[in-house]
């Protein structure tokens, strides 16, 4: 946990947020800026800079946001869905714990912007 971290004061409790899936290693939760019907965040309750940190240090820990993303899907979306995990400040990153995107409710377009 660090204390500047928007997601790791979500996890502890410390800013509201509207909470759909919990696991003992991963939260789910609506994105405060949707950009799709359906936009959900799944981040991994300890602090991972990105996607690629995560996955070096705790591919389980990965396999579990993917799996609470599709269970996600699969409520909110019958399944359809886009997933995506920015990297980095040029690919939109902002916030630097890792998380998913679960994009879904409306056809998606290609090359996404
Ligand atoms: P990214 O730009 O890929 O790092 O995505 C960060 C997302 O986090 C962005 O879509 C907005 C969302 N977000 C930022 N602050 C908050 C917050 O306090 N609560 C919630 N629910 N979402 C937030």
Not at 20 to 39: C, G, M, N, S, Y
Request: hydrophobic share 50%; proline share 7%; glycine share 8%.
């Amino acid at each position: 946990m660090t204390a500047e971290c928007v997601f790791c004061r979500i996890v502890a409790g410390d800013l509201p947020a509207a909470v759909l899936v919990e696991t003992d290693t991963v939260l789910a939760f609506r994105d405060i800026a949707p950009q799709a019907p359906v936009h959900v965040v799944v981040v991994p309750k300890e602090h991972h800079t990105d996607v690629a940190a995560l996955a070096a240090v705790d591919p389980a820990g990965l396999a579990e946001v993917v799996k609470v993303a599709n269970e996600v899907a699969e409520r909110e979306a019958e399944g359809e869905y886009r997933l995506v995990f920015n990297t980095g400040p040029d690919a939109g990153q902002s916030v630097f714990h890792a998380h998913g995107h679960v994009l879904a409710g409306r056809l998606m377009g290609w090359p996404p912007g």
